[in-house]
């Protein structure tokens, strides 16, 4: 199981959430998504490797921008 973390900036509220949430749910190869607006964190989990850019691409078409933590 990998687990990857993102900083997104721009999000303020429940409906932010859920539009990251879906985006990034549609990434191929995503499992499971963590996403707080409270925190501005995004929590990725994957069996297999996901690019972040990819996921960055996804966090862009819901409206926010992301960049990888560690």
Request: aromatic content about 2%; glycine content about 8%; some cysteine.
């Amino acid at each position: 199981m990998m687990m990857n973390e993102y900083l997104v900036t721009g999000m303020s509220c429940g409906h932010c959430e859920a539009s990251v949430r879906r985006e990034v749910t549609a990434v191929r190869g995503v499992e499971a998504v963590e996403v707080s607006a409270a925190s501005g964190r995004l929590l990725v989990t994957s069996q297999t490797d996901v690019a972040d850019e990819d996921v960055i691409a996804a966090v862009d078409e819901a409206g926010y921008e992301a960049v990888r933590v560690a």
